[in-house]
């Protein structure tokens, strides 16, 4: 079982629509997530980071945790064709004392005018 | 804003060749990494650091090597480059807090060896 697993798509959405991104994690003492987006060619940009269950909003974006069922997901509310990238989740590990992240191979995700 | 670089967008090297890649940072952030990235394995940890001459070794280290002499700089050395080496190379940095862990990348290098 891989550590971070992530539907690599791609996933198609109509514009305006929202767009939802899954992601499951492995280790259950896992405390911080992360949503990257990467434009082709371009590296990753930290878009969403969220420590606790629940959901977190930050304008179009809400990231969702739930560490009982190890699952985090992203939702893109809105969706603009400037949203078509691949969306990379990540978990925070503790390897014998150093803290490190942990990346999903990523979700393409392609918005549909 | 964050600022981390990379000494280069673009770099062919033949094989055997011996490749230094470099990554500055001007955050004054103690964590450092390099990471490869290769289509459908995702983005892999070669080497990071948490502090000044320190280095660990991540999940893909062989074949690689790190130096980093200043807090600001962190080095990837490919010691005699290989074809499989062929690869983007991103650098990040980070500094930890009791409340988050994010990482910031570099615009990549994408090394092609021949």
């Known amino acids: 079982q891989k550590e971070v697993e992530q539907n690599s798509g791609p996933l198609s959405v109509p514009e305006g629509a929202i767009a939802s991104l899954n992601c499951t994690y492995s280790d259950r003492v896992s405390q911080s997530f992360f949503w990257y987006r990467q434009y082709s060619g371009k590296s990753p940009e930290l878009i969403m980071s969220?420590?606790?269950?629940g959901d977190k909003e930050d304008g179009r974006f809400t990231a969702q945790l739930n560490k009982a069922s190890q699952y985090v997901s992203l939702l893109i509310r809105d969706s603009q064709p400037s949203d078509s990238a691949t969306y990379l989740c990540a978990v925070r590990r503790v390897d014998f004392g150093n803290e490190k992240l942990t990346f999903g191979t990523g979700t393409r995700l392609t918005i549909i005018p | 804003d964050v600022k981390v670089t990379q000494s280069s967008r673009y770099l062919v090297k033949r094989t055997g060749e011996k490749v230094f890649l470099e990554c500055v940072q001007d955050m004054d952030h103690e964590n450092m990494f390099w990471y490869r990235q290769d289509p459908g394995l995702g983005l892999r940890l070669i080497y990071f650091s948490y502090d000044v001459k320190m280095k660990e070794k991540g999940d893909i280290p062989e074949g690689y090597s790190v130096s980093r002499e200043k807090k600001e700089r962190f080095s990837l050395i490919l010691e005699s480059a290989s074809t499989n080496q062929t690869s983007m190379y991103l650098c990040?940095?980070?500094?930890?807090?009791?409340?988050?862990?994010?990482?910031?990348f570099g615009p990549g290098t994408r090394l092609t060896v021949t």
């Open positions: 990040a940095s980070s500094q930890i807090t009791a409340y988050s862990y994010e990482q910031y």
């Open positions: 969220i420590y606790s269950n």
